[in-house]
């Protein structure tokens, strides 16, 4: 087993356990007394059954709200290290009767579980973060111009909206750059990246 696959499966019980441990130490072993924890308990109940429903959504692949439904799909959240560290990510279909079928891709590069996503689910618009955000070191952490640029291939039928660009100073790829980077693709036509607060309906 690697370090990757034991964080994927293990990571979050781990990181419970270090930061029980960590707070054990710091404020003395009363932290773990039954009326403690009965209090921690009681202050984390809303978290917990909102992460029950998401875990349901993800065991059992989708879930439907009220007549839409929803499917959880994977991604990447970057690459090496710098990719594991930053745990899993989630996308998500959203369909309704008489609605174009989305996909929210969520915090993810352009990897094998976007691409099977839109192969399992052939959506009709799909929203990428495209701002190609990165660290100091490291490939990005999001979709770049070429992550954009496989989408609309992966998908030749659907609608691309890049969105997440010039929001933050360490997502460099500019909407300018990534308009003439889908133009010389050719796929251009099928990508909208709208302004700062633009509504784009469909």
Known sequence: MTTRSLLDRAGTLLGLFAVALLFGLL???QFFEPANLELMARQTAIVGMAAIGMTAVIVAGGIDLCGI???RTGGRHGTGEIGARMGPVS????RAPGEP???VAGDTIWCEEVEDALAEHDPDVVVVNAGGARFLEGDPIIMDADGVIETARAAPRATIVAVHLEALNHCPLTRADLRAAVDEAGVGGRVLIPADGETVRF
């Open 27 to 29: 404020l003395g072993w």
């Open 69 to 71: 439904g929803v499917a």
């Open 91 to 94: 996308g998500f279909v959203l």
């Open 101 to 103: 079928a989305l996909c």
